[in-house]
């Protein structure tokens, strides 16, 4: 099922406009876009032919609802043939409403309930420093998937830990139900982590936050995302 050619970002709006049938979750997978597209293009050390390469870096897509942006860049990057976006949402499509990782090529975590992702990565993450491999973990959660107890746990362990292998991306599209006293950032540098929030179409700024020096703790990114951008 994976291709050989890459396409560009220009290519993803078609690419993602062929996927329908899940209209609810459009918002919540357009509002991915850039940050899907910055770590696949400039930042992650992975590649189709590389899915099972334990020194690849590891993304795991936590916010799995409505995966039509994930879905469209691993189409552009080489990991789908493009025709496989036409069969979404098909009882016999491999592309399911959730990400599997048995059927879809690059993906990591068959991601269901909200929550799961930032604690796997917390996992994987160790695991690879075990194993002293210079690999990096990435995961993608939405600000909403915060309320979950989990993830509490999961910050607060990375962060005593030193996890510096580990990246946590939020898209913040304000769709927390309490919110975040003084931004999603402080619920992660109370932790000990490394912060940065930033504009999440802004590709550069976004580019520069993955790729800052955070030695001996754990990243976390915060990607603002306004509705209508």
Do not use: C
């Not at 995966?67 to 469209?72: I, K, Q």
């Not at 496989?84 to 975590?109: A, C, F, K, N």
């Not at 600000?143 to 510096?164: K, M, P, T, V």
């Not at 599209?173 to 912060?195: D, I, K, L």
């Amino acid at each position: 099922m994976a291709v050989t050619s890459e396409l560009g970002f220009a290519d993803i709006p078609a690419l993602f406009q062929r996927m329908s049938g899940d209209e609810k979750h459009e918002w919540a997978a357009a509002s991915t876009l850039h940050v899907l597209w910055v770590l696949y293009d400039r930042v992650l050390d992975v590649s189709p032919d590389r899915v099972d390469d334990p020194d690849r870096d590891r993304f795991l897509l936590s916010k799995g609802h409505g995966p039509m942006a994930y879905y469209a860049v691993l189409a552009a990057k080489g990991f789908l043939d493009p025709s496989v976006l036409d069969t979404w949402t098909e009882w016999d499509s491999p592309l399911g409403q959730h990400p599997d990782r048995v059927l879809v090529p690059g993906v990591e975590i068959s991601s269901g309930s909200l929550g799961h992702g930032m604690p796997i990565g917390v996992g994987v993450a160790l695991g690879l420093r075990l194993q002293q491999r210079s690999s990096r973990v990435v995961v993608l959660v939405g600000d909403a998937e915060l309320d979950e107890g989990s993830n509490h746990e999961a910050i607060a362990l990375a962060g005593r830990l030193g996890l510096d292998n580990f990246t946590v991306v939020v898209v913040d599209n304000e769709s927390g139900t309490h919110g975040w006293p003084g931004g999603v950032a402080a619920r992660f540098a109370v932790e000990g982590w490394e912060t940065s929030t930033v504009d999440g179409r802004d590709e550069d700024a976004l580019h520069s936050a993955f790729t800052q020096e955070h030695p001996g703790r754990p990243l976390a990114v915060v990607a603002r995302i306004s509705r209508g951008d």
